[in-house]
């Protein structure tokens, strides 16, 4: 079946511009991430078409081929999660790293960074229902890991990531959503030197219109553009 991707992204912005509505919000406070992961990049030449420029890759190898493929105009956000031995491969040719999750992998982007003398802009990556399959600082050693992570020189907060846990329904999704903008709020009102907690990454093809009512300034969408993943 051929997949219209400029058809599905006109639907996506119309369903962001109708969830702001509903919560009083700007449109343009919510960016759209196409997540490119297993899709060629002629996929993402065809959504580049349309103008989105932003997208998300998952795994290192499958970016830095597609990182070297495609014009030089595509913002890249690494989402996905990251060993330290690969952090080197990124260096200098992501915009946002949404999955620092400890402070080894905080300190290897740093450490890398610094070697081109620039700074790296991550989100803090939290675990928001404790799940132990997925990655994530606990909520409640969020505040100790951020403090420790803004301390890094070529490293800089720009708020949270996080995946809710899986559920039947959309709307089940709100209260995880919720915790998440209540964390990024609590960790705002701290204060710290160089962490910023104006950019929540959370929601998906199936749930982003919630996440956006609930605070979302990055919605991760894949299926809903690309079509399901084989």
């Keep these: 079946m051929t997949i219209d991707i400029t058809s599905n992204l006109n639907t996506i912005h119309s369903q962001i511009e109708q969830a702001c509505q509903r919560c009083g919000r700007d449109p343009q ?8 992961k297993k899709k060629p990049a002629n996929l993402i030449e065809q959504a580049r078409a349309t103008g989105q420029l932003l997208f998300g890759e998952n795994y290192v ?4 081929d597609k990182q070297q493929q495609l014009p030089t105009d595509i913002r890249w956000h690494f989402i996905g999660a990251l060993q330290t031995n690969k952090v ?19 300190q290897e982007i740093n450490k890398q960074w610094r070697n081109i003398d620039q700074i790296a802009d991550i989100l803090i990556q939290v675990n928001i229902a404790n799940e132990s399959s997925k990655a994530g600082v606990t ?8 403090r420790t992570v803004a301390e890094l020189p070529h490293v800089r907060i720009k708020g949270l990531m996080a995946l809710p846990p899986n559920v039947e329904e959309a709307e089940q999704a709100r209260v995880w959503f919720r915790q ?3 964390l990024a709020e609590r960790i705002d009102h ?6 910023n907690m104006a950019t929540l990454s959370m929601g998906m093809s199936h749930d982003f219109e919630i996440a ?3 605070g979302a300034t990055l919605i991760r ?3 809903a553009i690309f079509g399901a993943r084989k």
């Design 190 to 195: 701290l204060a710290v030197p160089q962490v």
């Design 88 to 106: 080197k491969y990124l260096r200098g040719h992501t915009a946002l790293i949404h999955s620092v999750d400890r402070l080894a992998l905080a």
């Design 61 to 64: 190898q499958e970016f830095c």
């Design 221 to 223: 969408i894949g299926t």
């Design 139 to 146: 909520p409640e050693d969020a505040e100790e890991l951020i």
């Design 212 to 214: 956006i009512e609930e």
């Design 29 to 36: 406070q919510v960016e759209l991430i196409a997540v490119s």
């Design 180 to 182: 998440v903008r209540h």
